[in-house]
């Protein structure tokens, strides 16, 4: 069988670009896995680095010829194990794929999906532009999964997420074929809209090869606010007041565990006996900024806010963001990580955060939360020691509890970072049997065979009746 495999990727080398395929084992272990690390990951018979959309029509006709699983990949950046190799199948990589051009006049930068979110960013302010979707991995994760997941970010309770910016993409279906869809025009309803159906479909659907995005002016220079909470209760009933008549640029929470896991790292002078934190951001002029964080801080001290800061001094601002966004790496220092993402309406965020709390403590795991507050989406973050078997059974258990906490709540099991394989057996619960049906048709209609990123999001064969 080995012979055989390496006698037709040698006819698929042949069509791609001089060392485009790998096979060799050490070089493919970093590509088996996302940030996830999902511990069953597969062996894939090869590592493909696409060069172009041509290259990955080339793959793509390879794997319908032989019915070979593709795993599409970006930079790995992804949580869900949505990225995670299947044995004797190929993982895509879009790595090398990174050009990026702005035009100014329409506002639209044209993307390959290697390219980080971070360069696009800058290529957008050269031109005084900005690309808003801003997830805390902005610096190293790639356009492509983040329109893969839909990704958001900590801009997104009043910029909204990665689909409101993407205008168009190139898309290469399970069956070799490049289509276009959408593209640089702001209105376009001709048809039905299959550029929001990829979005977010996890390379399940087709692989993205190119996007065209929408940007906006650049941003102000935000006015800052941090308020310190006594109890996490406190701090939401906040945020739902704040939510009420007002939508600042930024409004994140970290509780206790994320405040001190961030201080352990920066020796910033975070407060350490807070059991919350706000993080609050206006970009409006300066003087409806400062009339907008006086108001948002009138209301943390109504809600018996320990203490409340602000500034307008933009590097000060900047070193409380980088305390938010550094909190999934200094947890990673405890102990290795499930990574949750479920979000609930904003009414409902109290009960989800304490509901976690209270699932902590009954299973006697410790479960961290950083949240995008100002939308209801929460990142429960299970911290637990992999050689401990027992303590790793009861983390599973209240992986489990978090997601059926959320849909008990009206919420989704994930808000930004794709169902991927982890959260794949709680799909079924949050969107009912007949919404799960049409889930399977669509991915039958595109991928027949199956063959794009199989077991992600939906389970590879569809429910029976």
Same mark, same amino acid.
């Given at each position: 069988?080995?012979?055989?495999?390496?006698?037709?990727?040698?006819?698929?080398?042949?069509?791609?670009?001089?060392?485009?395929?790998?096979?060799?084992?050490?070089?493919?272990?970093?590509?088996?896995?996302?940030?996830? &690390? =999902?511990?069953? !990951?597969?062996?894939?018979?090869?590592?493909?680095?696409?060069?172009?959309?041509?290259?990955?029509?080339?793959?793509?006709?390879?794997?319908?010829?032989?019915?070979?699983?593709?795993?599409?990949?970006?930079?790995?950046?992804?949580?869900?194990?949505?990225?995670?190799?299947?044995?004797?199948?190929?993982?895509?990589?879009?790595?090398?794929?990174? #050009?990026?051009?702005? =035009?100014? %006049?329409?506002?639209?930068?044209?993307?390959?999906?290697? +390219?980080?979110?971070?360069?696009?960013?800058?290529?957008?302010?050269?031109?005084?532009?900005?690309?808003?979707?801003?997830?805390?991995?902005?610096?190293?994760?790639?356009?492509?999964?983040?329109?893969?997941?839909?990704?958001?970010? @900590?801009?997104?309770?009043?910029?909204?997420?990665?689909?409101?910016?993407?205008?168009?993409?190139?898309?290469?279906?399970?069956?070799?074929?490049? *289509?276009?869809?959408?593209?640089?025009?702001?209105?376009?309803? +001709?048809? @039905?809209?299959?550029?929001?159906?990829?979005?977010?479909?996890?390379?399940?659907?087709?692989?993205?090869?190119?996007?065209?995005?929408? $940007?906006?002016?650049?941003?102000?220079?935000?006015?800052? /606010?941090?308020?310190?909470?006594?109890? $996490?209760?406190?701090?939401?009933?906040? *945020? /739902? &007041?704040?939510?009420?008549?007002?939508?600042?640029?930024?409004?994140?929470?970290?509780?206790?565990?994320?405040?001190?896991? !961030?201080?352990?790292?920066?020796?910033?002078?975070?407060?350490?006996?807070?059991?919350?934190?706000?993080?609050?951001?206006?970009?409006?002029?300066?003087?409806?900024?400062?009339?907008?964080? %006086?108001?948002?801080?009138?209301?943390?001290?109504?809600?018996? +806010?320990?203490?409340?800061?602000?500034? #307008?001094?933009?590097?000060?601002?900047?070193?409380?963001?980088?305390?938010?966004?550094?909190?999934?790496?200094?947890?990673?220092?405890?102990?290795?990580? /499930?990574?949750?993402?479920?979000?609930?309406?904003?009414?409902? $965020?109290?009960?989800?955060?304490?509901?976690?709390?209270?699932?902590?403590?009954?299973?006697?795991?410790?479960?961290?939360?950083?949240?995008?507050?100002?939308?209801?989406?929460?990142?429960?973050?299970?911290?637990?020691?992999?050689?401990?078997?027992?303590?790793? !059974?009861? !983390?599973?258990?209240?992986?489990?509890?978090?997601?059926?906490? &959320?849909?008990?709540?009206?919420?989704?099991?994930?808000?930004?970072?794709?169902?991927?394989? $982890?959260?794949?057996?709680?799909?079924?619960?949050?969107?009912?049997?007949?919404?799960?049906?049409?889930?399977?048709?669509?991915?039958?209609?595109?991928?027949?065979?199956?063959?794009?990123?199989?077991?992600?999001?939906?389970?590879?064969?569809?429910?029976?009746?």
């Amino acid at each position: 069988m080995a012979s055989e495999h390496m006698t037709t990727l040698k006819n698929l080398a042949a069509l791609l670009p001089e060392g485009a395929v790998i096979t060799d084992s050490d070089r493919m272990e970093a590509y088996r896995r996302d940030r996830a &690390a =999902d511990p069953h !990951a597969g062996t894939p018979i090869a590592v493909v680095r696409a060069t172009s959309t041509a290259d990955v029509q080339a793959v793509v006709r390879f794997a319908a010829a032989t019915g070979t699983p593709v795993v599409p990949r970006g930079a790995g950046s992804g949580l869900s194990g949505g990225a995670t190799a299947i044995d004797g199948g190929i993982v895509l990589s879009l790595e090398r794929m990174r #050009d990026i051009s702005v =035009d100014p %006049a329409t506002r639209i930068a044209t993307v390959q999906p290697g +390219a980080f979110n971070a360069e696009v960013k800058a290529a957008a302010a050269e031109h005084g532009l900005w690309y808003p979707p801003d997830p805390s991995s902005f610096e190293f994760c790639s356009i492509g999964g983040n329109v893969a997941t839909n990704a958001g970010g @900590l801009c997104c309770v009043k910029y909204g997420v990665t689909t409101d910016y993407v205008l168009g993409m190139t898309v290469v279906l399970a069956d070799g074929r490049a *289509v276009t869809l959408g593209g640089p025009r702001i209105k376009d309803v +001709a048809g @039905l809209s299959l550029t929001k159906l990829f979005v977010g479909s996890e390379g399940t659907l087709g692989v993205i090869t190119e996007v065209q995005l929408r $940007l906006v002016p650049a941003q102000r220079t935000p006015t800052t /606010l941090v308020a310190l909470f006594p109890s $996490l209760t406190n701090a939401t009933d906040a *945020v /739902l &007041a704040i939510t009420r008549t007002m939508r600042p640029s930024m409004l994140e929470l970290m509780d206790r565990i994320c405040i001190n896991a !961030a201080e352990d790292q920066l020796r910033m002078g975070l407060d350490r006996g807070a059991e919350a934190m706000l993080l609050v951001q206006s970009d409006e002029s300066p003087d409806q900024a400062a009339t907008e964080i %006086a108001a948002i801080e009138q209301l943390c001290n109504q809600h018996e +806010a320990s203490e409340c800061y602000s500034t #307008d001094d933009a590097d000060e601002g900047a070193a409380f963001i980088v305390a938010r966004r550094i909190a999934i790496s200094s947890l990673e220092k405890q102990g290795a990580l /499930l990574h949750e993402d479920v979000g609930v309406p904003i009414p409902r $965020l109290s009960d989800l955060v304490t509901g976690i709390a209270e699932i902590g403590a009954r299973n006697d795991v410790t479960i961290a939360v950083i949240a995008h507050a100002g939308d209801g989406n929460t990142h429960p973050l299970v911290v637990l020691d992999p050689t401990d078997q027992a303590q790793h !059974a009861r !983390a599973h258990v209240a992986y489990g509890e978090v997601m059926d906490l &959320a849909i008990s709540l009206s919420g989704t099991i994930t808000g930004e970072h794709g169902v991927g394989r $982890l959260k794949q057996p709680w799909l079924g619960d949050y969107l009912g049997p007949d919404v799960l049906e049409l889930n399977h048709r669509i991915k039958q209609a595109l991928d027949p065979q199956g063959i794009l990123n199989p077991g992600v999001v939906l389970a590879a064969d569809p429910p029976t009746e």
